[in-house]
DNA sequence: CGAGCGGTTGAGGCATGTCAAGAGTTGTGG
DNA sequence: CCACAACTCTTGACATGCCTCAACCGCTCG
């Protein structure tokens, strides 16, 4: 645990209100980690040992069943992931790797139980996070069940220029093929999808994304408050909500790669 | 208030540890109601006043967008629902309505808060639920995400009977019209499913469902612990999450009944 | 330089949605 | 108590969204 880290762990919403000595205690049992990118950091139906913070770099949560799999959602500094499964001690319902070189801490769960359970403050924080945990959830399952492919492509790229500030051009956080399986669809149908929506407002060239006709593009989109955000606290902590990945449908997985 | 429905409400999971003063106080604040069928108690937006209790019927959760909704859940006695708007004091993500007679308790939400602010037992009974609820929610994703709609209505049929202590017959516990909506589907669709699913093990008799082949259907199945549960907790508590009904994808939504 | 991988594009097929019609059931009002 | 209306469920015919497979390009990295 390197002393630096600890003042941008501080002001994390759920470490943020919590008293001195109980945030020391914490972190004097944790430890922080450097990885290598593509390492599998948690496999689903593991024990639930560590709550993970992201320091730097990015994880990715993914599931799997039967020879599938799927990207469930992206974290990004500074976040958490997986409390839900700490605070139940409970197995994992995801799998998290990092999408490349990344540094994280690891805070022994049942530390995490014993401290909320003594500090209330604590406690409020923790319900604050995982209540927008589940709503950022919500939002998700309510996109794939209500709207189609295209939607779901168009209100994503439209939330995120939204997220940076309205601005006209962006790169894309995270990589094609790992966006397709968190919007549930295939590589294939997002490729075509994107060349389909230069018609309606917005351009993609390679990873950059441009907003040509926003009015256009908003028509089409029809965005949602009670889908689309904001819950600005879900998108800096969250279960791994910074939310850029998302949810994939039934094909919309893709073949495990062994 | 009725003093009978007390005890019932005192050992959910949610309010079984807090103190007794705290669980008076919080009852005496709060509005006993009956209601009648097919009535709209939240539409998704509104400001999250009350914390609900389903004490007898049912009710849905569903969610609507453009001219489109979908079954998010269906709440059975004894459970709560709408807990995460409560605490953040959010806007309701989901609409709620009775799918028949049902009697409910309203908590007001700002009493609710300001107890697990002062009541450490009852934050920790918050947690749990939520946890729940948000790990409910995840297996819900991961099925729509990771499965195709044969596959999501075997396991439906599959846990069904396992939740009754695996009997080989049971009723369905909702309309077909809102289970294929759950289940990201149209009507039409689980309809011919159903039908195709006889040579599979499972056979469909109007409301009545009966396993002529579990080994079978287990098989085409293949249940697994980390989506179709169990976690007992969940079952019990809730956003909503008897989980009978569940999640419909982008079709699998139905026009919306103005 | 060549293997590997992400991304794109095209051809084709299957799963699933849409539309329409009819039987059975339930609830309501005359 | 009956008749009609409304609704669910089912089935068939048809349309289409999305996936699959395959080929190819370009980039990265060993």
Request: aromatic content about 6%.
């Amino acid at each position: 645990m390197r002393q630096e880290d600890l003042p941008e762990i501080r002001q994390l919403p759920l470490f943020r209100a919590m008293a001195h000595e109980n945030f020391e205690a914490l972190m004097e049992k944790s430890y922080a980690q450097n990885f290598p990118a593509g390492l599998e950091l948690i496999r689903q139906g593991d024990p639930a040992d560590f709550l993970h913070v992201v320091l730097e770099g990015s994880v990715e949560l993914f599931a799997s069943w039967s020879d599938r799999d799927c990207t469930m959602a992206v974290v990004h500094p500074v976040s958490t992931f997986i409390l839900a499964a700490c605070i139940k001690d409970a197995p994992y319902l995801m799998s998290a790797r990092t999408l490349e070189r990344s540094r994280l801490i690891l805070v022994p769960s049942g530390d995490l139980r014993q401290v909320f359970r003594g500090d209330p403050d604590f406690a409020v924080s923790v319900i604050n996070e995982l209540a927008a945990c589940y709503r950022t959830m919500v939002r998700n399952a309510k996109s794939l069940k209500l709207r189609n492919s295209r939607e779901r492509v168009a209100s994503y790229l439209l939330r995120q220029s939204r997220l940076a500030g309205d601005v006209v051009s962006y790169i894309l956080p995270v990589e094609k093929r790992l966006l397709a399986s968190y919007l549930g669809m295939t590589p294939e149908n997002l490729s075509r999808t994107l060349r389909m929506l230069e018609k309606d407002g917005v351009k993609i060239d390679g990873m950059r994304v441009i907003i040509t006709d926003r009015a256009k593009l908003t028509a089409l989109v029809q965005p949602d408050l009670l889908i689309d955000g904001p819950d600005p606290d879900a998108a800096s902590a969250g279960i791994g909500l910074p939310m850029i990945g998302g949810i994939p449908r039934s094909p919309g997985t893709r073949r495990r790669q062994a």
